[in-house]
């Protein structure tokens, strides 16, 4: 991957999910754990982000008087 290519959600997760497992383990030299916070902060911020547009095209659909009608997936209040 690139480094202006962005992972997918799925794989952003993962990392974070191997991440965290490493930070847990206890014997991760202090310089490696800070650069591991640091990427996994970015990888939440994307997921966070990626997370946010999916929300933002969601379409709820609901049957009306003259057929079904689509609404927009309201926002969530941070």
């Not at 991440?19 to 966070?48: H, R, Y």
């Not at 929300?55 to 009608?69: P, Y």
């Amino acid at each position: 991957m690139q480094q202006d290519e962005q992972p997918t959600f799925e794989d952003a997760i993962e990392r974070l999910e191997e991440i965290v497992a490493s930070m847990e383990e206890g014997d991760t030299p202090l310089a490696q754990l800070v650069d591991q916070f640091e990427e996994g902060t970015k990888l939440a911020k994307a997921c966070n982000e990626r997370l946010k547009e999916a929300e933002s095209r969601i379409a709820l659909v609901r049957k009306g008087q003259d057929g079904i009608e689509l609404d927009e997936f309201p926002e969530s209040e941070d």
